[in-house]
């Protein structure tokens, strides 16, 4: 495989154990886990690593007690920051964990929904073969459009791997179109689809690169 740049968030995950999640107007006491650097492109960067392809991540790092935590990660995991700016603190979610395994989010955006055009002048997107990026950070429509703006000075050759996220159904029309462009790989699971494809219709193809 060659060589990825993996664009997205590191998130701060504040972990807690609850016995049940609280409905409207409970008061549940729950188990502090622990606080862990997560978020999808993090967790996605560390998978290729592991797998010891090629990789450079491409996340906002901003100023600011979440950003700490995740500026030391980075550093503890000799992780460079290719991205360090000032404009807000980075994002936060506490993971509300039952006792069957299942987990849910309560998400507080940071810097990571505030992308700008300049920051992609700290990146040589000519170097890289493949480029992922979630729906999280494409949600934003005016975020979305400077990371795919971006995107389309790419080699003509390389190609985005869009992973859909849970919050595909917030995505905007004009982001979804933007998304259907040559050489994207979508992953998603069949609920993710729908969102994107409603109904028994096919994927809009302006090429056959798009899958």
């Known amino acids: ?21 609280p409905q409207t107007g409970d008061d549940v006491t729950g188990n502090l886990q622990g606080y862990r650097v997560g978020g999808s492109a993090f967790n996605v960067y560390g998978a290729i690593r592991y797998a010891q392809s090629p990789v450079d991540l491409f996340v906002p790092v901003g100023q600011g007690q979440y950003a700490n935590q995740v500026r030391e990660t980075l550093n503890k995991n000799q992780i460079s920051q ?11 979610d506490v993971a509300f964990v039952e006792p069957n395994g299942e987990r849910s989010f309560l998400t507080i955006n940071g810097v990571e929904q505030l ?21 999280y950070e494409l949600e934003n429509e005016t975020t979305g459009s400077v990371i795919l703006d971006a995107l389309s000075r790419r080699r003509p050759d390389a190609t985005v791997l869009f992973d859909t996220s849970p919050r595909i159904s917030f995505l905007s029309e004009r982001t979804r179109q933007h998304l ?3 050489n994207v790989l979508i992953h998603c699971n069949e609920t993710e689809l729908n969102y994107l494809v409603p109904g028994p219709q096919s994927l809009p193809k302006k090429t056959d690169g798009v899958v």
Request: charged share 20%; no cysteine.
């Open 1 to 21: 495989m060659g060589k990825i740049l993996v664009i997205g968030a590191a998130f701060v995950d504040v972990l807690v154990h609850v016995p049940k999640l």
């Open 82 to 92: 290719r991205l360090s700016v000032t404009d807000a603190d980075n994002g936060w």
């Open 115 to 135: 992308w700008q055009p300049k920051w992609f002048d700290n990146i040589m997107l000519t170097d890289y073969d493949y480029f992922y990026v979630s729906g």
């Open 180 to 182: 259907f462009d040559t």
